[in-house]
């Protein structure tokens, strides 16, 4: 079966997983992390990428990014940001070779309760793993800057914005919508989202992005996230 094209649009929040090669560890120390995390802060600022949202775990990243007026910008952004990972860990071991997958899944987001929600789903990785009991246990996310109204690096997304009027207003609202159980059919949807490649959104958004992109978008089953 062809892969299918990736859809990649400026302005539009994206969920990409990228996975270790054959699943093999890319985080083995803290310097690992550390290392990532200060290198996606750096680089969005160089390919004019907004992170909405991102979680490292042994294995594999998942991140929620936006890219800006040009889309080349998230590709080179990825292609930087694995290479450099790949570097820091074979200068440590005295390895040579890659790191990663060659290719990267992606998803383009629906900018509203999709978006909340693929946020969520990204921070509670760790927590669907059993590796911590609450994602605010989880040093290697986004949670903690999300959930607490002090100034952080991460990009604020229109959804989370959509929270409060105040940043506690809107941390406090997004611990709350976090702490909620996620619907079986929410986490269905975008688990295949990322997998197969399609859209995270409803049919409308589905149309919408026929239109601007004059591609036909393969659809999936109806049903959009409930969020209470």
């Given at each position: 079966m062809p892969r299918l094209a990736r859809i990649v649009l400026p302005n539009y929040p994206h969920h990409i997983v990228q996975r270790g090669h054959n699943r093999?560890?890319?985080?083995?120390?803290?310097?690992d992390y550390q290392r990532y995390v200060a290198d996606l802060r750096e680089l969005k600022e160089a390919f004019d990428v907004k992170v909405y949202a991102y979680c490292l775990m042994s294995n594999h990243v998942h991140l929620l990014l936006a890219p800006g007026d040009s889309i080349a910008g998230l590709s080179q952004f990825m292609?930087?940001?694995?290479?450099?990972?790949?570097?820091?860990?074979?200068?440590?071991?005295?390895l040579t070779g890659t790191l990663w997958e060659s290719r990267y899944r992606s998803?383009?987001?629906?900018?509203?309760?999709y978006l909340l929600a693929c946020s969520r789903y990204i921070e509670l990785n760790p927590v669907r793993a059993r590796m911590v009991a609450n994602a605010s246990e989880y040093e290697w996310s986004s949670y903690s800057a999300h959930a607490s109204p002090e100034e952080s690096w991460i990009d604020l997304d229109p959804a989370f914005c959509s929270l409060g009027e105040t940043p506690e207003e809107r941390s406090s609202h997004y611990v709350e919508f976090v702490a909620q159980s996620i619907p079986p059919s929410e986490l269905e949807l975008i688990k295949n989202a990322i997998?197969?490649?399609?859209?995270?959104?409803?049919?409308?958004?589905?149309?919408?992005?026929?239109?601007?992109?004059?591609?036909?978008?393969?659809?999936?089953?109806?049903?959009?996230?409930?969020?209470?």
């Open positions: 093999g560890l890319v985080f083995v120390e803290t310097a292609k930087t940001l694995a290479a450099r990972a790949t570097r820091f860990r074979n200068k440590l071991e005295g998803s383009l987001v629906q900018s509203d309760h997998q197969r490649g399609q859209l995270t959104g409803a049919d409308r958004f589905v149309d919408e992005v026929e239109h601007l992109t004059g591609l036909r978008v393969e659809r999936r089953g109806p049903g959009r996230p409930k969020l209470e």
